[in-house]
C-alpha cells in the first residue's frame, strides 16, 4: 500500500485545494453552499474521468490517438498555465473570473484548467504505470475526493468567518492569489522546457542516426 499513499500523495500536492480556491473565490462569494458544492463535484466528476482516461491509457492517448507527442502537450499547457499566471499576478481574481467564461460552464472551467493540467494528467500518467488499475483508479478518485471536500469546508470557513473578519479574508486571498501566480508560472516555465528539452534530444538523435 505504500506506492498507493505515495500516489495519493502526489496528486494532492498537484490539487492543492488550499491554492485552488483562490482561483474559484468568485464562486465561493456569490454561491450558497448547496449550489457551491453541487458545482464542485460536477467538476470533480469531470476531472475524474479525465483522470482515469491518462491513468489507464497512459500516454498512449498523445502516441496513438492524437498522434502527437506528449511533450507537445508540455510545451502547449506550460504556455497556457504562463498566461494565466501573468494575467493573475497583474489583474488578479479578474483575470481568473474572464477565464471562467459563463455560468453555465463553470463545472467545466472547474475542471479545466483548474484541476486538469499538464501536472495532474502527468500525474495520472505516472500513477497509471506504477500501480495496478485499480489501485491507480482509487488513488485518483480518492484524490478528487480529498481535494473537493476540504475546498467546500473552505468554502463554509469562509461564510462563517467574513462577516466578523472580512479583512483578515481579504488578506488571505491577496496573499495566496500571489503565491499561486508565482507558483502557475514557475511551473509553467519548467514544463516549457521540459517539452522542449524532449524535442531538442529527438531532433539531436535524428541529425547523429
Known sequence: MTGFFNALTLL?????????????????RDLDLPTFSKVLVRGG?????????FTL???????ELLRA???????????IFLI???????????AI???????????????????????????SVIVGQQLSRMLAVMAVLTAVAIC???MITMKILHDFVKPRNERLVERYIE???????????????????????????????SVLS
Open 12 to 28: 494532492l500536492i498537484l490539487l492543492n485545494p488550499f491554492l485552488v480556491v483562490v482561483y474559484l473565490i468568485e464562486l465561493i
Open 45 to 53: 466528476m469531470i476531472s475524474s474521468a479525465i483522470f482515469i482516461l
Open 57 to 63: 491509457l497512459g500516454d498512449a492517448v498523445f502516441t
Open 69 to 79: 507527442e506528449f511533450a507537445s502537450f508540455q510545451i502547449f499547457g506550460g504556455i
Open 84 to 94: 494565466i499566471g501573468i494575467n493573475f499576478m497583474l489583474r488578479g481574481n479578474q
Open 97 to 123: 473570473e474572464a477565464l471562467r467564461g459563463p455560468p453555465e460552464h463553470i463545472a467545466g472551467s472547474i475542471a479545466m484548467p483548474v484541476l486538469v493540467g499538464p501536472a495532474t494528467v502527468s500525474a
Open 148 to 150: 473537493i471536500l476540504v
Open 175 to 205: 496573499i495566496m492569489g500571489r503565491i499561486l501566480a508565482l507558483i502557475v508560472g514557475i511551473f509553467a516555465v519548467e514544463m516549457i522546457m521540459q517539452g522542449l528539452l524532449v524535442w531538442f534530444k529527438r531532433i539531436s538523435a
